[in-house]
């Protein structure tokens, strides 16, 4: 018994002991990859010291549980990515494995084999599966490398980075090689896709380092001397000093920087919005500390006050034009509009003459130099002389580590009193602004004022001493006040009907020290959230009221705007479910709005909280949805001004004590005159999923009067095509860029809701398969659409043309297939939104220069629900011949309802003819190709100039699998990842084919449909579109 006993003791540790190495495998991981050891989704790895981990994971608080391949800090309790591998190709499931391919590269693969990502490097020696292995070292860099013999590194995550620079990884460009190392955003704090912001080092025309918004430059450091970058302040400056290293190489022209400390806990990141920061983590506080962020200012903003204009946070208004210019436009400029900066009061003598002799420089000290600089090997004492004799050269400055910088055209991207600034910066001018005609001027005005005497001087003085007092005596705050009062008076007078509310100046004003004390100087323990214009914290006043106060973020190049418009608004409003302003705070810089606290915070802390969300039982949701119509009643009829708010949703919903709601946040809010319906604006702001269709965030608005142009006032010469909805023309921008442009017809009734439908879609998808949508114009009646201009036009007029379709060899069409299938992948399975097509033919598949297809015309898609698969519409849409039988009789849309589209496609690119096309015995040509492939001769189907013998077998699958995609029954039909599946793999035991749709003759088939159909049909709204080029 006892030794019975024993031994199933035994057993049971055996089993415990060999779980808990299991386990220890899942939770701690292996640090290395090799071919007979791939990583499955369950599993990790983890390096040496146990800092970094490598495997699938899924974004905090990212909607679509999507897996992504990625490295992130182990010990960190807050999940921290560091690098995503398949950024733009997520798993959509837990079945991806990591592996070393049979070529000995690394890949991702998903549960159907299908590759989603690979380090693609070819190998020195034949490839064998033994050959390399992957190991994730300890300072977070994964390396590809050969055996464990030699060990020569074939690839590293280091030299392919993302959004974050680690420890001893460099980033940087090579002229010699070609290689451009950039740091890349993800697109949101929850998609690691590739974002809009990059950041890396510039080569030319001098050595910086750079933030670019969609290639567009948006921060500059200014230029390297060889310590510091000489347009930073000093705590960032210093960085550079301790920890980054900035390394030259000349003969190979290289230019990078590369951390020198080796601590991992230490890191770069450059966010979504395009900031860039240092972090560290924190053992002590268990959290990351935000060292410093660039753009730290709103002047670190490029270009912020255009050409010729210093910027200067120390100074209100901030930018200033330099000596010897003037504003522009002074309308715009007194309004804070400072975009066109300045023009020369006197042109340079040396533009009207032609000799440089009669001009001069103007000196400004300790500045961030002008952008696009032009290093030359002249010494400080020629280098102004260079300038001088160069009529185009417009400033010059002189760096101990630089050398001589010239630069010629606008000056832009200045700033002035960097308390870092080593750097003087000469201007040139004409002679009567320069310095040396300054000080003989300051001569002159000293021998006059000598022999007018000494009773004049003493009337001087004595006048400018009573200035000097009076202008004392005025608090700085209130000056500071007086001219912003005087700027958000001045955006009153949109409504001049309206009687003023009360006077902008009776808001109280707080004194910044007062509020830095009620906040702890702003404590992070104090921070409420974080708005698109700045943070928010909570507050006690001397007297014990709780206060909410929102601060403006110097680095928000747009919050002044809003801060400004919300006092304007939101002053004159009094309602119990609107939020109150106490006050507001202007002093120097600082703009700060003070609000009562609502101890409840926002509605979205509890509505989205799975711990918080009983608070809320129905009755007290039902209070709220009516607390937000009465507020919104009274913004829109009942308060003397007529106000749409423009940024509804949760997040902006406030609760008090007894969870009543108050809307806030009105720094987006536009007033309207009382008679006004509606407005257009050429600055779209707010937040994805509450905007309304027609005011779709981020898309570029055109003038009627630009695009009317483009197109040589839609010129019939220039017409491109007639859809559905509207003519379509070819236009070219005044830059030159040439765009097809559709407008939408007057006598269209149902056009204007699919033309709101397609921006609704289209202008949230991005894939090289679907056409761009550039842009939307809404002026008064008319409504248009701006897209990427395809010089091939559409699929249909090369197809169906005698003429052209030659130029559509079999590879042509084989791509053009593969292509219109991905893009449709890209719209079931890959986008953020599910969404089907409905009118995928022919004429909707536009080709470029190279004749990929880019599917386009999205005015009947349908958006799905996630999880939604299929649904049923009384508005039957689409074209005949195109059209599914569950949706051409009954209403019901899927995937498999654009599956069957794609499968006439097929049928149509591979035989060169219309599907409304009759052949023998009257038949279309579904029933064509079917009577075809049970004679075995499916190859036949192929248009004879693309009927070759080496491409027959390929043909014959395209044509199997184009029947597998118009079978009747949709549950029939493959789906598209299939479809792709069967295209490009070697798969040769397809399933049979089942009868197609539609295959009766022509004239039976239309009467037994009309007999049959006519009933369910006609209490639908049927539209059809004709398959015209575009």
């Not at 006892?2 to 220890?24: D, G, K």
């Not at 499931?93 to 890949?107: E, M």
């Not at 029933?927 to 248009?943: F, I, M, Q, V």
Request: charged fraction near 20%; proline fraction near 4%.
């Amino acid at each position: 018994m006892v030794i019975q006993l024993s031994r199933r003791c035994f057993i049971v540790l055996l089993l415990l002991a060999t779980f808990s190495c299991f386990s220890l495998k899942l939770c701690f991981g292996q640090d290395s990859i090799t071919f007979s050891t791939p990583v499955k989704d369950s599993e990790t790895l983890l390096c040496n010291n146990g800092i970094f981990r490598f495997g699938f994971f899924t974004p905090v608080n990212s909607t679509g549980h999507l897996r992504y391949v990625g490295i992130w800090y182990a010990k960190v309790p807050v999940q921290t990515v560091v690098w995503v591998a398949n950024k733009d190709a997520p798993i959509h499931d837990t079945s991806g494995v990591i592996s070393i391919s049979g070529k000995g590269n690394l890949v991702v693969k998903d549960g159907l084999n299908r590759l989603i990502w690979s380090t693609n490097v070819t190998l020195p020696v034949a490839p064998i599966p033994s050959a390399t292995w992957v190991q994730l070292t300890d300072n977070g860099n994964l390396r590809l490398q050969e055996n464990r013999n030699k060990g020569e590194i074939l690839w590293e995550s280091f030299k392919h980075p993302y959004n974050s620079f680690l420890a001893t990884m460099i980033i940087g460009t090579s002229n010699r090689t070609g290689e451009n190392l950039k740091l890349t955003s993800w697109k949101s704090y929850t998609d690691p896709s590739t974002g809009n912001y990059t950041a890396g080092i510039s080569l030319f025309p001098s050595r910086e380092l750079m933030i670019w918004k969609s290639n567009v430059t948006i921060w500059r450091s200014g230029p390297w001397n060889g310590q510091i970058f000489v347009g930073l302040e000093d705590e960032v400056a210093l960085l550079f000093l301790d920890g980054y290293n900035i390394i030259s190489d000349n003969n190979e022209g290289t230019f990078t920087v590369s951390y020198a400390t080796d601590s991992p806990m230490y890191h770069m990141n450059l966010d979504p919005d395009g900031l860039l920061y240092i972090r560290s983590w924190s053992t002590s506080t268990r959290a990351w500390e935000i060292g410093n962020t660039i753009p730290t200012t709103t002047c670190d903003v490029y270009g912020r006050c255009g050409p010729f204009a210093s910027c200067s946070v120390k100074e209100v208004p901030v930018c200033k034009c330099v000596n010897g210019f003037v504003p522009r436009n002074s309308t715009e400029w007194n309004r804070g509009i400072f975009a066109n900066g300045c023009a020369r009061r006197v042109p340079l003598k040396c533009n009207v003459s032609g000799g440089g002799n009669g001009d001069g420089f103007s000196k400004m000290q300790k500045m961030k130099v002008p952008a696009n600089a032009e290093q030359t090997l002249a010494n400080e004492e020629a280098c102004p002389k260079v300038c001088l004799d160069n009529c185009s050269c417009t400033a010059y400055a002189y760096d101990q580590g630089i050398g001589c910088m010239l630069w010629s055209g606008n000056l832009v991207d200045m700033q002035s009193s960097l308390r870092s600034g080593i750097v003087d910066l000469y201007i040139r001018v004409a002679n009567s602004h320069s310095d040396r005609e300054k000080t003989h001027s300051n001569r002159a005005i000293m021998i006059t004022a000598s022999v007018l005497g000494v009773a004049f001087v003493a009337v001087v003085c004595i006048l400018l001493a009573c200035r000097k007092f009076k202008k004392r005596s005025a608090p700085e705050k209130d000056r500071s006040a007086e001219i912003m009062f005087k700027r958000m008076e001045a955006l009153t007078s949109v409504n001049e009907s309206a009687p003023n509310q009360g006077n902008l100046k009776d808001l109280p004003l707080f004194e910044f020290k007062v509020l830095a004390a009620s906040t702890d100087n702003f404590s992070l323990i104090n921070k409420l959230g974080q708005g698109g214009f700045g943070p928010v914290y909570k507050g006690m006043l001397p007297e014990g009221k709780e206060i909410a106060v929102k601060r403006l973020s110097r680095a928000s190049g747009q919050g002044l705007e809003e801060l400004m418009n919300e006092v304007v608004v939101i002053s004159k409003l009094q309602h119990r479910n609107l939020v109150k302003l106490l006050g507001c705070c202007i002093e120097g810089e600082e703009r700060l709005l003070v609000y009562e606290y609502m101890p409840k915070k926002s509605l979205d802390a509890y509505l989205f909280d799975p711990l918080k969300q009983n608070i809320l039982d129905w009755r007290t949701r039902f209070n709220i949805m009516e607390g937000i119509c009465r507020g919104l009643l009274y913004l829109h009829r009942d308060s003397r001004l007529k106000i749409i708010h423009r940024d509804l949703k949760a997040s902006n919903i406030l609760l008090d004590d007894n969870l009543n709601p108050k809307i806030s946040d009105f720094g987006l809010a536009r007033v309207f005159q009382v008679n006004e319906d509606e407005a257009n604006t050429r600055r779209v702001v707010g937040t994805y999923g509450y905007m309304s269709p027609e005011y779709a965030k981020d898309l570029p608005l055109f003038e009627f009067k630009v695009l009317a142009a483009s197109t040589d006032n839609f010129s019939l010469i220039n017409k491109l095509g007639q859809g559905g909805f509207g003519p379509v023309y070819k236009g070219m921008l005044p830059e030159g860029k040439e765009i097809a442009v559709k407008r939408l017809s007057r006598a269209s009734g149902q056009g204007l809701e699919e033309l709101m439908n397609e921006v609704v879609v289209i202008s949230k998808l991005q894939h090289r398969n679907l056409v761009k949508l550039l842009g939307c114009c809404i002026e008064g009646e008319e409504r248009l659409l701006v897209y990427e201009y395809m010089p091939k036009k559409s699929l249909d007029a090369y197809l169906f043309d005698p003429l052209k379709q030659n130029i559509l060899d079999w590879r042509t069409r084989f791509n053009i297939m593969e292509g219109i299938c991905r893009g449709l992948l890209y719209l079931h399975r890959d986008s953020r939104l599910k969404i089907i097509h409905r009118d995928l033919k022919a004429s909707n598949i536009l080709l470029d220069d190279n004749l990929n297809p880019k599917i386009s015309d999205f005015g009947l898609a349908r958006v799905f629900q996630v999880n939604e698969a299929e649904a049923n519409t009384i508005r039957v849409v689409g074209t005949y011949g195109y059209m599914s039988p569950e949706y051409a009789m009954e209403g019901f849309f899927s995937e498999k309802s654009d599956v069957f589209s794609l499968g006439v496609l097929f049928l149509e690119i591979i035989s060169g003819r219309k599907n409304s096309h009759k052949e023998e015995n009257n038949l279309n040509l579904l029933a064509y190709a079917w009577k075809l492939w049970n004679e075995g001769e499916a190859a036949s189907l192929a248009d004879p100039i693309v009927l070759d013998e080496s491409f027959v077998k390929e043909i014959t699958k395209c044509v199997h699998i184009g029947l597998l995609c118009v079978q009747e029954i949709a549950n029939d039909r493959p789906s598209v990842s299939t479809v792709i599946g069967m295209l490009t793999t070697e798969i040769t035991n397809l399933p049979e084919p089942k009868q197609p749709a539609f295959i009766a003759r022509g004239g039976v088939y239309e009467a037994e449909c009309s007999d049959q159909s006519s009933q369910k049909v006609s209490i639908n709204d049927v539209s059809l579109s004709t398959v015209t080029g575009r």
